[in-house]
């Protein structure tokens, strides 16, 4: 079984067995630890991705910061949910506000300044965009960002709540805002790389990014059902977060694996034995 | 010399697998596949330096003279 099929096999099969033990099972305790276990793992594939990726870039390559950004990225996902999950189960006491929101935020400058370094490297020809599909992708993207803005800013804000709090869950919603924007951009950074491995990267990408940012809505929508815990609101967003995760990790070891593989076909080529990886 | 030509036809593919309709476009605005000077090393480095940066034949022979990159070999 070649690396490709095999990460394939690993994250659609992390995937399902969360989706029995979201859907199938009913709450227990070794069935919520499992939970949080999923979503935990799903979290630690998508950052061992992002580790195998940058070993095959190595440090020096153009694009190796933009991975180092998206898996340091993903690493404080990791570790917010960690923390999350020990205020929440181990704890047993409320994680929000807590130290995990502060790893939670720092992650969505590092996505943005990866996402917009990469399509600022990429030298993107906007002038070639018909006008129609400018409109399009501006038009989407507004309307995602009165969606974010309303659920999670307008509705973020609890006159009940201190500042600190308030300022918290206002800056999530800030932070998906201005994730939109990029998010959106990598369609067109797709589309200049149409008809290449590449182009199937950023998208799959863009359908994490989008995924994570529905998730992130339906919390603001539904806290309080998140909160109470084996409701089908929070069933639905976890699943949704680690399908997110999952299509994040298959990106991330996709750049490693393509490359790989098309540097093991170029050394056939000329018939001789793979002995180093990277100059 | 034909077997350089064919190196070369699969390089350029290769490149094109990875890069897409950039690459091809890069590779055919200009240029003759038998003048392009790419080679497994060449390919193999460039392959690491996103060569998806390149636009035009200009911005990719500028590319392959930063590495220093015509004939040689790959050790």
Known sequence: MNNQRLTIGVCAGLFIVSLGLYWLFPQNEMIELLRYASILSSLLLAFSGGLYSI??????????LTLILLTIGIGCFLI?????????????????????????????????????REINLTKVSWHTLSRSLKFLLITISALFMV????????????????????????SYGMGDVALIVATIALLVLAW???GGALARIWMMFFFSFMLNLLAD??????TDAYNAQGTFQRNLIDTVWILSYVLFAHAMFSFGLSIEAAQQQLLKLKGKPHKSRKK | ????????????????????????????DGYREE?????????????????????????????????????LDYE
């Open chain 2, 1 to 28: 010399m034909d077997h350089d030509k064919a190196i070369r036809k699969e390089v350029i593919e290769l490149l094109s697998h990875y890069f897409g309709d950039r690459i091809r476009t890069a590779f055919s």
């Open chain 1, 147 to 170: 969606v974010v803005c309303y659920f999670g800013v307008y509705l973020a804000y609890s006159p009940y709540e201190t500042v600190l709090t308030n300022m918290i869950a206002i």
């Open chain 1, 55 to 64: 070993d095959k870039y190595g440090f020096n390559s153009t694009k190796s």
């Open chain 2, 35 to 71: 003048t392009l000077p790419i080679y497994v090393h060449t390919a193999y480095l460039l392959l690491n330096e996103q060569i998806g940066t390149a636009k035009s034949h200009k911005e990719l022979d500028h590319i392959l003279q930063k590495h220093s990159m015509t004939s």
């Open chain 1, 192 to 194: 200049e790389f149409r």
């Open chain 1, 217 to 222: 809505v339906l919390f603001a929508i539904f």
């Open chain 1, 80 to 116: 917010g949910e960690t923390l999350w999950t020990y205020y929440e189960y181990l704890m047993n006491t409320d994680p929000f506000p807590s130290l995990a929101d502060v790893f939670y935020l720092a992650a969505y400058p590092l996505f943005f300044w990866a996402l917009f």
